[in-house]
């Protein structure tokens, strides 16, 4: 039991909850620059505006990933920021940001791996449509063009869309996230649908402006379901739940809606009869953009369910125990979903796996003598990294992105939930290595061999 000589020890950040530097540089706006200016939308009002200053602090951003032995970094660009309206005009500050940034990696012996979209959606676009207009794939794949043209010369690795199940789930259905609002569920497939088109078009349109032959794939995310034991029926059990579909109203939470049109070109056969008085117009041209080839299945993943088969014969889930272990943000702590989830996803897609993001929120702060203990985190990294090591005989996996690099922006959490390695001071937005940051670098330098 071991992880590959060359494993991906990584960390991961994205755009909007770090960046900062919205106004003064030829940035366009985006739906969450717009959603946080709502007033009762964000905790305490907060915004992105200033975030962890990263656009002008990446500089010493590197240097701490570096510091902390980092072979790889997961981000994610800003597509307002390089056409601030989403198509047409290039706004080349923000391209000489994202060089920048990417040739101080480089500098560095750090792999970058970019994700184009990390839920900006422009909000020129939003106003066309946005990922209810048809044309969003060809959008989506124009920026994908410009990207590979401008950055393909140094980077390799690209996932397309970051949780699809996020945007079009708690931006569309629930209304928490960005742009806010309960649609129809009806729109909310036509959006899914469009989204997936472009993520296909992305991938078409960054292997044909490629300066080198690119890795590239997607990074949705998962409750995993595991199984209580390691009886067959068990097993079972939770694969069949791994992968059903639940109800309309929630449906975007789930697993083959998003991957099997992906991976294997079709839709869940079980989802076309149960949801097709809400589905839109599907050809098989779509499903061939949809499924265009990808190297590598990317997966964020941090709890899961436990089921176990019934007497019945049916799935039924296990429930927690009063006073189960849970993190900051109330997520529950379930190691078991960073074995079975990979195993359980790489059994059906056959696809080399990288774990995009993992990871937990802490109630951290600044002790006395002057350092942030986070010993809750190391326990957790080490029960899930564990778990993710015994995957590693039975999936082919490549990597691991802890979430996150530095404390962030937490969507409409705003700065209340840390899942930092680093400890940011928004106040002066000084960086404080956690002491889980100086625990992964001894695990990278011995790939996990104590674990
Ligand atoms: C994921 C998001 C990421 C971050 C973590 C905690 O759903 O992709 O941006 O918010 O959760």
Redesign the pocket.
Known sequence: MSFRKDFMWGA?T?AY?IEGGVYGTGKGMHVWDVFTKEPGRIFEGHTGDVACDHYHRFREDVAIMKEIGLKAYRFSMDWSRILPEGTGRVNEEGIAFYNALIDELLKNGIEPFVTLY??ELPYELYKRGGWMNPQSAEWFGEYAALVADRFSDRVKNFFTI??PQ?FVGLGFLTGEHAPGLKSPIRDTFEMAHNALRAHGRAVQQLRAHAHQPLTIGF?P?SGVCYPETEKPEDIEAARQMYFSLPDPEHWTWNVAWWSDPVLFGHYPEEGLVRYEKYLPKITDEDLRLISEPIDIYGQ?I?NGRCFRMGADGKPEEVTRYEGFGKTA?DWPVTPECLRWGPKFLYDRYRKPIYIT?N?M?AHDVVSLDGKVHDPNRIDFLARYLGELKKASDEADIRGYFH??LLD?F??NKGYS?R?GMVYVDYRTQQRILKDSAHWYRDLIQKNGAEL
Request: aromatic fraction near 22%.
């Open positions: 991961a994205s909850q990390h839920w970051n949780e996020c990074a995310t964020n941090y943000i993001e990871g929120s979430w996150s962030n937490e969507w939930e899942f």
